[in-house]
């Protein structure tokens, strides 16, 4: 139900073959596969530095992206997301400190995803990232990984 190491093992080499993938088919991640479930380059340092981490494995992620409708008028953006699986000593802790996590302004949201098709469940953080600044994503980057790293 929580993250083990296996999957954790799976999951990072998983990752490790689609930016390679990725890397392969000369796409440019702001225009060309924004929202489209490729690899997005931008965030990459992030989820190297929560991969490393014991008990943490980065499922999906997105910087954040600025977009703009038909009109100026229909401004809207994505924020930066992260879904991650923790083990079960993670996730116990993550819970127990979540209110606090998102009281930190470069948090949006804190959400428990779970399904029935799911292996367990998915923390999902949605943070202020390329949506509102290069300088907002470092600033969040650092926070949840530092976060991160009190809990275990």
């Known amino acids: 139900m929580y993250l083990t190491k296996d999957e ?45 981490l014991e008990g943490i494995c980065t499922v999906q992620s997105c910087s954040g992206h600025p977009r703009l409708g038909g009109d100026a008028k229909r401004k809207w953006s994505a924020p930066g997301q992260l879904w991650l699986r923790l083990d079960k000593h993670m ?26 098709e799911r292996e367990g469940p998915i923390v999902e953080i949605n943070f202020k990232g390329l949506d509102v600044s290069v300088v907002s994503l470092s600033k969040s980057s650092d926070l949840i990984v530092e976060w991160m790293e009190g809990l275990t």
Do not use: C, M
């Open 8 to 52: 954790k093992q799976k999951r990072t080499a998983e990752w490790v073959e689609k930016r390679e993938r990725f890397k392969s088919y000369g796409l440019r991640a702001d225009e060309d596969t924004a929202g489209t479930g490729y690899p997005d380059p931008a965030i990459y340092e992030l989820t190297d530095r929560l991969n490393k």
């Open 91 to 116: 996730f116990d802790r993550f819970i127990h400190h979540a209110q606090k996590f998102v009281g930190y302004e470069e948090i949006e949201e804190v959400v428990i995803r779970w399904g029935r």
